[in-house]
């Protein structure tokens, strides 16, 4: 079963929303350079997220951890939805992609892989 790894949300003004949501619901930030950066929460307290310059993702997402990337994505096509995009490397431990599920939402997967 997939679980929630994090969601993403994204903005026009990183500074601007930073402060928002450090002053409205309590989260860290920490920048990832000038276009992004994670929200987080005190350790074990929930699920973490990013903010991000809008672009091709205009709304929220959210992120979840399956087992393998492949595998639940000839799911979702099987069942309605489309692959957005390449799998992309994140790090040198994990992946991502985002696809499209049958309602037409963007969803992210994320899956971790063995070293080589």
Do not use: C
Not at 12 to 32: K, N, T
Not at 78 to 101: F, H, K, M, N, T
């Amino acid at each position: 079963m997939a679980k929630v790894e994090h969601f993403e949300i994204p903005v026009d003004d990183i500074a601007r929303a930073q402060s928002f949501y450090r002053e409205v619901l309590g989260f860290e930030y920490s920048p990832w350079g000038d276009e992004m950066g994670m929200i987080e929460q005190p350790e074990g307290e929930g699920i973490n997220g990013d903010l991000h310059l809008r672009g091709a993702t205009p709304h929220p997402t959210v992120v979840f951890t399956v087992d393998r990337i492949e595998d639940t994505v000839a799911l979702a096509v099987a069942r309605g939805g489309e692959q957005l995009g390449e799998i992309q490397p994140l790090g040198d431990d994990s992946r991502w992609v985002y696809i499209r599920d049958s309602e037409g939402n963007i969803i992210g997967l994320y899956d971790e892989v063995a070293a080589a």
